[in-house]
């Protein structure tokens, strides 16, 4: 299945493909390998929920046995854990988790209640307590919020983008 990495010389190469593509958005359509290993770690992540990384490698092996050769597992074996294959479903695993995240983001953030200029009182963002945060920016692309937050006691204004769909976010608009 995966014996000619699609012109790329190494499973690293191929990795830091993968997250050019997460991190770019790019337009670059994958291969059908790469589609069905894409499906089958959504499956196995998104649908069923498993997180660790040698649950999700058995899954995925699993699932792709008829496509996968024991030639593919053994290879790279010596170098890393589970081999170039356990390395492209650790690479296209994050590609699944930030499109997941992606789409819950763009889903939350059509929510009627978001919307510039919406303030949000006595918020805890990590180690920081704002006494306000503003949404100054919608991003409907990313599904991201940007706010201008600011502190009790100073005058100081601080920027923070959070996406839409985050625990802090849906929490401050259900207390609307």
């Avoid at 337009?27 to 660790?52: C, F, S």
């Avoid at 999700?56 to 597992?73: F, G, N």
């Amino acid at each position: 299945m995966f014996d000619k990495l699609n012109g790329y010389k190494t499973v690293h190469e191929l990795g830091q493909s993968f997250n050019s593509l997460l991190i770019s958005n790019s337009a670059t359509v994958p291969g059908q390998d790469e589609l069905m290993l894409y499906q089958a770690i959504n499956r196995v992540v998104i649908e069923n929920g498993l997180h660790y990384t040698t649950d999700v490698y058995e899954a995925v092996v699993s699932l792709l046995s008829e496509h996968l050769s024991k030639e593919e597992l053994a290879s790279g074996i010596e170098r890393v854990e589970h081999g170039d294959v356990g390395m492209m479903i650790y690479y296209m695993r994050k590609i699944v988790v930030a499109n997941s995240e992606l789409l819950k983001d763009k889903q939350a953030i059509m929510d009627p209640k978001i919307g510039i200029g919406l303030k949000l009182k006595n918020v805890q963002y990590g180690r920081m307590k704002f006494s306000t945060m503003v949404i100054e920016h919608v991003n409907k692309m990313a599904g991201d919020l940007t706010f201008t937050c600011s502190r009790r006691g100073t005058s100081a204004k601080y920027s923070v983008t959070i996406g839409a769909s985050s625990e802090l976010v849906q929490t401050q608009l259900s207390l609307i």
